[in-house]
């Protein structure tokens, strides 16, 4: 098994910059990928990017390319999520995920086995 925990996030002003991060522990020779998900209040849970351990392939939805850049450090089993440009739009709680099963970058939820508790990022206007 996989625990996952996300660190980082905050309230920001529009325009502002955040790093978040996720930390790996357990059994996380398992882990393929780790993907970045969030979920505003009131909203369904969406895909935001991931990142394949083994050769760094990364995933981004629309609405954070060339804004969001994930990144991984092997050795310390960490993925990181450097959020720029942030944007009211951008406010939810962010989760990342562990995928085991698949060797591709998915961005379904379903894809995704492990998760952690996520982390509040608040964007004000």
């Known amino acids: 098994q996989v625990q996952l925990v996300e660190s980082g996030g905050g309230l920001v002003q529009t325009g502002a910059s955040l790093r978040l991060s996720c930390a790996a522990s357990?059994?996380?020779?398992?882990?393929?990928?780790t993907g970045w998900f969030r979920q505003a209040p009131g909203k369904e849970r969406e895909f935001v990017s991931a990142?394949?351990?083994?050769?760094?392939?990364?995933r981004y939805a629309n609405s954070v390319k060339g804004r969001f850049t994930i990144s991984r450090d092997n050795a310390k089993n960490t993925v990181y999520l450097q959020m720029n440009s942030l944007k009211p739009d951008d406010t939810a709680v962010y989760f990342c995920?562990?995928?085991?099963?698949?060797?591709?970058?998915?961005?379904?939820?379903?894809?995704?086995?492990?998760w952690g508790q996520g982390t509040q990022v608040s964007v004000s206007s």
């Open positions: 357990g059994r996380t020779s398992n882990i393929r990928s």
């Open positions: 995920a562990g995928n085991s099963r698949y060797i591709y970058v998915s961005s379904s939820a379903a894809s995704y086995d492990d």
């Open positions: 990142i394949r351990w083994s050769n760094g392939d990364t």
